[in-house]
């Protein structure tokens, strides 16, 4: 339930409101905007008696968020969030924000030629997992805890942000000493301990869609985060599981414009396992970036026929270069600025 308040109500007013939420059992988020106050009230698993605040003084409207997920909604938050990174970088503002790195982190001498590749093509955050969920426990786990160290070396190295995968909440911890941004990959994404330590942290997360996820799952998981505390969520496309089986994935572009409309939160589109062959990644990148993505995720390895996870689908920093301009090129005939993608 949102209770707007009347322009110039008084903080005693507010604070009233606020008051008499937690006594009826549920928690209260004052959001003070440019015109009016508004508080949330959150905690609720249905719809709640609005009448014993609507006789408030200062209240003007008690609004019903008639979704399942409160914060995440633009019913919540009209305008669109943009989370804010060290830097200056935002997500969700003009500029499309190019993520782009090795799948894995596999020793230091890759990793810091990989950074170096991606920074001089235009990517502001370096990605690369230390942890890695992978579907066979014969496959290459990730360093670990050991490669943390060497993420911290490539941003020390490049100056990029640095985007990296949490898979526990005893995890989420560890990469929050390197990392920039805690990402959420998609077979956790109802990880809800995961999802909650997240959420407690001061860190941006990027929320990944789990790969059978409705846009309702993903929507409530980011709620999860959000509900913690932590507002700077960002959503990440990676494809879903379909019949089809010319992609590793099959990614769900129409969810960029979908979410948008329904969710006031950044998205980016990851191209890379949203289809899993190189060939495939600039062609769907570009098409992320003209549905209306606020960035990119990208996978990127100078030897991708060595890479330890994910070689099929890593585009070489040459290749990379080409997207950055192509899909640079892109968002600046279609940015709202320039009158094109609308808003929702
Ligand atoms: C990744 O980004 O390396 C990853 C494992 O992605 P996803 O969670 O989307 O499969
Ligand atoms: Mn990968």
Redesign the pocket.
């Known amino acids: 339930m949102l209770i707007v308040m009347r322009h110039g109500a008084s903080d005693e007013e507010v604070r009233r409101v606020c008051d008499v939420i937690v006594e009826m059992g549920y928690q209260a988020r004052p959001m003070p905007g440019r015109q009016r106050t508004t508080v949330g009230l959150v905690g609720n698993d249905g719809r709640v008696d609005g009448s014993r605040i609507e006789a408030l003084a200062g209240v003007q409207e008690v609004i019903h968020v008639s979704k399942p997920y409160k914060q995440v909604s633009r019913e919540w938050k009209a305008e669109s969030t943009i989370v804010s990174l060290p830097g200056g970088l935002t997500i969700g503002g003009e500029d499309v924000v190019v993520m782009a790195g090795p799948?894995?982190v596999e020793s230091e001498q890759q990793i810091l030629a990989a950074a170096e590749a991606v920074r001089e093509a235009g990517a502001t955050v370096l990605?690369a997992?230390a942890f890695?969920?992978r579907s066979s426990p014969y496959s290459f786990q990730g360093l670990g805890v050991e490669g943390l160290p060497l993420l911290r070396l490539a941003k020390a190295e490049t100056g990029l942000l640095i985007v990296t995968?949490a898979m526990d909440p005893e995890g989420a911890d560890q990469v929050a000493e390197v990392a920039d941004i805690i990402?959420i990959?998609?077979?956790?994404m109802q990880n809800f301990p995961l999802l909650e330590r997240a959420g407690r942290s001061k860190l941006p997360v990027l929320l990944?869609?789990g790969?059978a996820a409705t846009l309702e799952e993903w929507l409530l998981a980011a709620e999860y985060i959000m509900a913690e505390g932590n507002y700077n969520v960002v959503l990440?496309e990676?494809?879903v599981r379909t019949f089809a089986q010319h992609t590793r994935n099959t990614l769900d572009l129409a969810a960029v414009p979908a979410i948008r409309s329904i969710s006031h939160l950044p998205v980016i589109v990851?191209p890379?396992?949203g289809s899993g062959n190189t060939y495939m990644v600039t062609p769907l990148a570009r098409a992320g970036v003209a549905v209306g993505a606020d960035g990119l995720?990208v996978?990127v390895h100078d030897h991708p026929e060595l890479a330890l996870?994910?070689g099929a689908q890593a585009l070489t920093p040459s290749q990379y270069a080409q997207l950055v301009n192509e899909v640079r090129a892109i968002r600046n005939l279609t940015s709202p600025a320039a009158g094109g993608t609308p808003q929702n």
């Open positions: 799948c894995s990605r997992g890695k969920p995968e990402q990959g998609a077979r956790n990944k869609r790969m990440c990676r494809g990851d890379s396992h995720m996978e996870s994910d």
